[in-house]
């Protein structure tokens, strides 16, 4: 597979996509330390990577960072706020913390049917914003994926779908979740392997994990995971 990351942070993620894929890896981070850390693992632990900064799959005009499409694309984003905040001049932190009013979300939805495969799959963290005027059960972050980033909260659960979203995994009290995202099946490319959507979609089995400061449990997770099933252990490069 041809895998692409955003926000790679420790570049854990990125080893770990490798493992699993054992295909070509791009990276987008932000934060030029952080593509500097992609890099460094990379090197350690054996695999090649193709890597630039940048705060998101697609450019502010729209444009594909990377040439081509991903069979996969991962990110462990910065989390949904709801409403927006005073405009000011960002800091990484903005971008690493929070995203106010959904905008990188929007951007990353927008983007996804220009790089991603016509049987490719997304898998994002995210936390799921449930308002009450939206109605029960209705969450923001996936009406904002499934309507490909232009989402009106006046048509929330009836807009035609751009993506096919569903939740494979939620922490408990919906502070996170793991959003699973495809391109929506047509006649032409539908097969019943690479558009429905089902359980064989998530067999990539990719932990994504960040730098953020609610990474250090699934780091511990994902390390414990890798060695009871014979992965390489990072070791002394912890």
Do not use: C
Request: net charge neutral.
């Amino acid at each position: 597979h041809r895998t692409l990351v955003v926000g790679p942070g420790s570049g854990l993620d990125a080893w770990v996509a490798h493992l699993r894929t054992g295909g070509e890896i791009h990276v987008i981070g932000i934060n030029p330390f952080e593509v500097a850390n992609v890099q460094g693992v990379a090197r350690l632990t054996g695999f090649s990577v193709v890597a630039q900064t940048g705060d998101n799959l697609i450019d502010a005009e729209g444009r594909p960072r990377f040439p081509g499409r991903f069979d996969r694309v991962i990110w462990n984003m910065p989390v949904y706020i709801t409403g927006r905040r005073a405009p000011r001049v960002p800091r990484l932190g903005s971008y690493h913390d929070g995203d106010s009013g959904g905008q990188t979300l929007s951007r990353f939805a927008k983007g996804l049917p220009l790089v991603l495969a016509a049987d490719g799959r997304a898998l994002i963290w995210n936390r799921p914003a449930i308002p009450a005027r939206w109605g029960d059960g209705v969450d923001v972050v996936e009406e904002i994926l499934r309507a490909g980033g232009e989402h009106d909260p006046q048509e929330a659960g009836r807009r035609p779908a751009k993506l096919a979203v569903r939740v494979v995994k939620q922490e408990p009290g919906r502070t996170q979740a793991l959003y699973l995202i495809s391109l929506p099946p047509s006649s032409e490319s539908a097969s019943a392997e690479g558009t429905d959507g089902g359980d064989g979609a998530a067999v990539v089995g990719v932990v994504v994990v960040g730098a953020s400061s609610r990474g250090f449990t699934p780091i511990r997770e994902l390390l414990d995971a890798l060695v009871a099933n014979g992965g390489p252990s990072l070791g002394s490069h912890l």
